[in-house]
């Protein structure tokens, strides 16, 4: 669960990330998260997009732990 969480942190913050250098700017992201949070529909939505978020690493958890099962093993 806590590998979950770090990992949608991490989706978070590379979503932010490119949002900075290929989209909106540092200031376009202040703007952007400024209106996120301005009302309880950004909470909502931000709460829901961790959830999904979630769900969909902890599916890439358990295919990466099928696959070990099986007998694959991806090396870095």
């Known amino acids: 669960m806590l ?3 770090g990992a949608v942190a991490n989706i978070l913050m ?4 490119n949002l900075v250098g290929f989209a909106l700017g540092l200031d376009g992201l202040k703007d952007l998260a400024k209106g996120i949070v301005s009302g309880w529909e950004g909470y909502v939505f931000l709460l829901s997009a961790c959830a999904t978020l979630f769900v969909g690493a902890m599916v890439m958890f358990e295919h990466r732990e099928s696959e070990r ?8």
């Not at 590379?14 to 990330?17: K, P, Q, R, V, W």
């Not at 099962?69 to 870095?76: E, H, K, L």
Request: net charge positive.
């Open 3 to 5: 590998a979950g969480l």
């Open 14 to 17: 590379m979503m932010a990330a």
């Open 69 to 76: 099962r099986r007998g694959i093993v991806m090396s870095c």
